[in-house]
């Protein structure tokens, strides 16, 4: 990893050595905005969320960085995508999104990692992400914006998918799902080594 790539740590620290990017404050100010944009107190944001006003607060001033679970509840109560909480400015050009400068966000103690396949700036009904399972690793997802829909492929390995109180569904590679994400679901690796997939994310309105 570059100095320019960044991770969120299962205790909500960043981890992977020095950053160039400043997480923190870049979550800050898109969480400040989005929610005084929707008219929302701390006190109102921490009820929908089920985040505390008190850590709520540490992430507005810069102070803690957030757990992916941690973000996904709070994108869900402003009803917008994770990728909003961590978007940058960048311009309107083609874009080269090396694998060295990617933001890979970690979870589990870096069982589970997603890398972001596409730019943060512009609207967008549609999100990229690989994905990589940890040999036996189970992950936990919360639910999506309602209406919010994933499909995931498996690129090696074999991946038992399960999405609200359906069936478990094992998926090997080159096998693909698709399914409404706005329940609870999670993605089991039944194997003894690493698990790639490749998900899209896909939203009812355009966001950007």
Known sequence: MTDASFRLGPDGDADGGPLSIDLPAIVAKNLRRLRVKQGHSLERLAKQSGVSRAMLGQIETGKSTPTISLLWKVATALGVPF???IATDSAHHPQVLRRSDAKLLSSSQGQFTSRALFPFDGERQVEFYELR???LHRE???PHAT????NLVVAKGAVEII??????VVLTEGDAILFDA???HSYRNLGTEDALLFLVMTYVEAVG
């Open 83 to 85: 990728a909003r909480l």
């Open 133 to 135: 399972l940890a040999p």
């Open 140 to 142: 936990h997802a919360e």
């Open 147 to 150: 209406g919010t829909r994933e």
């Open 163 to 168: 999405i609200g109180t359906e069936r478990p």
């Open 182 to 184: 706005d329940v609870p």
